[in-house]
């Protein structure tokens, strides 16, 4: 059998001493595992100057030319505790399962600040999908409004409408980005919480609670006296001891089982509502530009023009000539003498 040592370094290659001590810093008696495969100098230490220059990064690319991080077609082994050890519940292995709880605890904690950061996502685009709505209705409202001197607004009103049936448009596509970032990205991390952490949590309480009806059992059977007339009250105790730890051999492999699948799950359940909220947001850019063609392009430029024309008649050069006629004094005014 394997020993608690090995265990701890044989699953990443190359431990080093900061990450070596974190996974396995607990257990006693575990020392550090020196890197292999570094090519050593004349001193022992350290690569030659060739090796150096053969190892020289490049000349760094500026960060819009930067390549995308290749990622591996296989995923990377990772830590996992084992089954075999789980029957023997040895010091060792009991202090590996808290590195694997503590990894939950620290895993659970960020999911929910992660569900709370994309649900506040979601509901800034369901907000947007009711403020279009809202706004195209607004802009149909023109019209019935009872202006006083609405004279000669057939130009504006018409214009309204249109932009009315152009922020329905955007509304549809605002509302179908909703409806498929609360798919693709919200529920897979929901689901994710709801199954495989509360899985864990509610695996690691029957596993607690086996154990302790263990060792009540063990001190049960311990405190026995050692009388040949007790014999039958000892084979009680016997099958009592047996059954506990049949019930907690049981809870730890289950228990095991969920931690192990856990550290594959979590890769997958980070991932995968990114890829969703991405393909949202690009399929949502990519029908907007498909809306807004050249047709939109010459209508915002005809209703640019026609604002400046309403503009124009603001500015006439008239306007500061009535103002300074108004604003000079009147011969009755200049002739008129105060007592």
Sequence with gaps: MRSPHFLLIQPRRGLGWEEGRRVGGRLRGWRPVARRGRARGRGGHGASASSLQSRAPSAAAPPALRPPVRLRATMPAVDKLLLEEALQDSPQTRSLLSVFEEDAGTLTDYTNQLLQAMQRVYGAQNEMCLATQQLSKQLLAYEKQNFALGKGDEEVISTLHYFSKVVDELNVLHTELAKQLADTMV?????????????????????????????????????????????????????????????????????????????????????????????????????????????????????????????????????????????????????????
């Design 187 to 339: 529920l897979p991390i929901i689901q994710f919480r709801e199954k495989d952490l509360t899985e864990v949590s509610t695996l690691k309480d029957l596993f607690g609670l086996a154990s302790n009806e263990h060792d009540l059992s063990m001190a049960k059977y311990s405190r026995l006296p050692k009388k040949k007339e007790n014999e039958k009250v000892k084979t009680d105790v016997v099958k009592e001891v047996a059954a506990a730890r049949r019930k907690q051999h049981l809870s730890s492999l289950q228990y095991y089982c969920a931690l192990n699948a856990l550290q594959y799950r979590k890769r997958v359940a980070m991932m995968e509502p990114m890829i969703g909220f991405a393909h949202g947001q690009i399929n949502f850019f990519k029908k907007g530009a498909e809306m807004f063609s050249q047709s939109m392009d010459s209508f915002l430029s005809s209703v640019a023009d026609m604002v400046q024309r309403r503009r124009r008649p603001l500015f006439r050069p008239s306007c500061p000539r009535l103002v300074d006629a108004v604003a000079a004094p009147s011969p009755f005014t200049s002739r008129c003498r105060c007592p």
